[in-house]
């Protein structure tokens, strides 16, 4: 069973900038895709950024450019770095952990609520 928990979540002014991380319970970054996801009110919840196993990275086209996600191998994190938010970045954002062999091995955080407003 892997554990995530996010944190860094908040109010941020439009233009403003975010860092989340979530923290897994062990090293799983060898064998796990750790993502973020976003899902705002009366929308399905949607890809913002992932990362591999490697690396490699992918993202959504609506935040290309403007987030940022990465690892820390050593201290089992994942970041966001979300800059230049909009009003519509505004969701609960949620940190998954998908194991990259066996896709019943699939974990979520508990979400953390980003607002984006003036």
């Known amino acids: 069973q892997v554990q995530l928990v996010e944190s860094g979540g908040g109010l941020v002014q439009p233009g403003g900038s975010l860092r989340l991380s979530c923290v897994a319970s062990?090293?799983?970054?060898?064998?796990?895709?750790m993502g973020w996801y976003r899902q705002a009110p009366g929308k399905q919840r949607e890809l913002v950024a992932r990362?591999?196993?490697?690396?490699?990275?992918n993202y959504a086209d609506s935040v290309k450019g403007r987030f940022a996600i990465s690892g820390d191998n050593a201290k089992n994190v994942v970041f966001l770095q979300m800059n230049s938010l909009r009003p519509e970045d505004t969701a609960v954002y949620y940190c998954?952990?998908?194991?990259?062999?066996?896709?019943?091995?699939?974990?979520w955080g508990q979400g953390i609520q980003v607002t984006v407003s003036s």
């Open positions: 062990g090293s799983i970054f060898s064998l796990y895709a």
């Open positions: 990362i591999f196993p490697g690396g490699s990275t």
């Open positions: 998954n952990a998908a194991h990259q062999v066996l896709p019943s091995s699939n974990y």
